[in-house]
């Protein structure tokens, strides 16, 4: 069933009423750009068609209730009390993380019924959170008569990780959630927040190859990461890595301690990588764009070590098929999730027949793969296009 007549029909189900606004907002693909962006760097992600959706409707009390349909599950949210982290459900921490950046902002946010529902594949790295969050702002702050910008929307939904998820995220995923433009790639600077939308080549398909391997400790991990990076800045005395070049790294190189020196290259390499990687997309140059997204996964394996064998192994029996003529590498925070390979339409099936053919023996696992279109970012559905067409 469409995700938007699923969600219409759980809320009737469970409100006994038709919801008076929907929203959505999307999942993301990075295409390159990695463990750049809280390091004040470039990211190159696009919004995907898959999506989470949110339908409401106030309720004259002082209580949110939520219905996430994807796990049968409802949660009370009591407006007139401190809003905390819980312990269980999982999902209900960003709801509530929301909720309180918006109080904090001095929204009056109103009791009302939800109901939320995507598809975006959960804990493959596509941003299935970032989704909930991009979506709940937009509603949330619109039914408080006060819809957040896309930028202050992926600044509260950040604040949500950190404080009720436990993940030191960077502003990546809910700014391209927030505002992702269709057909296009988003070049972002994740210092100013100023974007720019890059054309996706109408001769290259996005296609996402989910690993399937189940990710453990990952929070852990990329925090570790971050706070080696912040050691790295710590070193040169600079806010950031942004605020370090090549050539100040290679003079560190025998005096920074060796694994922070390989976190930091990777960060400086990949801004480099970031912003030609645009520029190659831009003028339709695959040859350098394959060049940029095989340096970076080596640098992501290598310097940064967030690759695991089965994502290494993905990478390369796609690259074998692909060579020059497309672009592949791990995608998202790392350790299992997603690979990411741009490509000519034709060269699809064969990436697939040969992903299929190999990967099973060397993983013990069955990839899961889907092309990708570049998707509009959270956005007001319009109830006339919902109730005809619900086709999210
Ligand atoms: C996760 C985080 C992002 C970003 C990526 C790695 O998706 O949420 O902020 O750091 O990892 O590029």
Known sequence: MPLITAVRAHFQQQFQSTPTQLFSAPGRVNLIGEHTDYNDGFVLPCAIQFATVLASELNQSQVIQI?????????????????????????????RGVVAGLINKGLAIPGCNLVVAGNVPQGAGLSSS????MVLGLGLSTLAGAPLSPADNALNGQQAEHQFAGCQCGIMDQLVSAAGQAGHAMLLDCRSLE?????????????????????????????????????????????????????????????????????????????????????????????????????????????????????????????????????????????????????????????????????????GLTATMFVCTASQGAQALEAAVTAQHADA
């Open 195 to 363: 974007f720019q939308a890059v054309p996706m080549s109408s001769s290259l398909s996005v296609l996402i190859i989910n690993s399937n391997v189940k990710r453990g400790l990952v929070d852990s991990a990329y925090n570790e990461r971050r706070q080696q990076c912040e050691q790295a800045a710590q070193f040169f005395g600079v806010k950031a890595l942004r605020d370090v070049s090549l050539d100040m790294l290679e003079q560190a190189a025998t005096t920074l301690e060796p694994l922070i020196y390989q976190r930091a290259r990777h960060v400086v390499s990949e801004n480099a990588r970031t912003l030609a990687a645009a520029k190659a997309l831009a003028d339709g140059d695959v040859t350098s764009l394959s060049q940029l997204m095989a340096a970076s996964h080596a640098s992501m394996r290598d310097d940064f070590a967030i690759t695991v064998p089965a994502i290494d192994f993905l990478v390369a029996e796609i690259s074998d098929v692909i060579g020059n003529l497309g672009g592949v590498r791990m995608t998202g925070g790392g350790f299992g999730g997603c690979v990411v390979a741009l490509l000519p339409h034709d060269l699809v099936p064969t990436v697939m027949a040969r992903v299929n053919a190999t990967y099973p023996a060397f993983s």
């Open 67 to 95: 219905y996430a349909a994807d796990y049968n599950e409802l949660h009370l949210i009591d407006l007139t009390k401190a809003i905390t982290p819980v312990a269980t459900p999982r999902w209900a921490n960003y709801v």
């Open 130 to 133: 970032a989704s909930l969050e």
